[in-house]
């Protein structure tokens, strides 16, 4: 282990611990959150989903900061994408369980709100799986547009400003690794498995575990990126 991922460590260990012993800065962040969840997911997501990536490159290339790599406009995308996700996530828990109910299913809405129970499970899984199959496949084919768009401008702030060339970045995406790997594979074999145990978390907390699995998705990628390239 390297001194860089002692710092990273580091970063990570800081970032949670004053929430963990310190009560007044749960209590402080706890009724943020309540009151401004669009505010909190944009931040949530653009520090832990932005880790993610560091993470990832750490893994592809040995070094968390790589010139080019564009740390801030990633940033201000996975701030952006969260408020979708939180958007998303306030849709499909709502919509879901009527849906549920029009199937047949008796109290979906009750049954996601009680305790633990195998209709809770079942009720989250649906949520999860319309989530997934509707949302995600879009959410992941604009972030692989945006951070082409980042690393064809040398990751500075100012070019990412620049008219997105989304034709000619679709037309270049490669779409084996993105349906074969991200879209068929993660999604059913790790998203939707990852986000019903996010819906069986109570609100507050759901997308605070979303944007965590944004670091694992960073080393997903990054374990997937090298397996393709030694093919």
């Known amino acids: 282990m390297k001194k860089q991922d002692l710092f990273f460590i580091g970063f990570l260990i800081l970032l949670f611990l004053p929430f963990v012993i310190f009560e007044p800065v749960y209590s402080v962040y706890e009724k943020f959150n309540a009151g401004h969840g669009f505010i909190t997911s944009f931040i949530k997501f653009a520090i832990l989903a932005t880790s993610g990536e560091l993470l990832g490159l750490r893994i592809r290339t040995g070094n968390y900061i790589v010139k080019g790599f564009g740390i801030l406009p990633r940033a201000v995308v996975w701030g952006v994408l969260g408020l979708s996700i939180k958007a998303a996530f306030v849709i499909f828990s709502a919509g879901v369980p009527p849906l549920l109910g029009y199937l047949g299913m008796s109290t979906p809405a009750v049954i996601l709100a009680s305790s633990f129970s195998a209709g809770k499970v079942l009720v989250a899984f649906c949520i999860s799986l319309f989530l997934n199959i509707f949302f995600s496949p879009v959410l992941m084919t604009v972030h692989k547009i945006t951070d082409t768009h980042i690393q064809n401008n040398n990751g500075t702030f100012s070019g990412f400003f620049k008219p997105m060339k989304t034709e000619n970045i679709l037309a270049g995406i490669d779409w084996k690794m993105h349906w074969g790997f991200v879209l068929k594979k993660s999604i059913p074999l ?29 080393v997903l990628l990054a374990f997937a990126s090298i397996s393709r390239t030694d093919k």
């Open 190 to 218: 790790f998203w939707i498995p990852a986000h019903t145990v996010t819906f069986l978390l109570p609100p507050d907390f759901q997308i605070l575990f979303a944007a965590i699995l944004g670091i694992v998705l960073g």
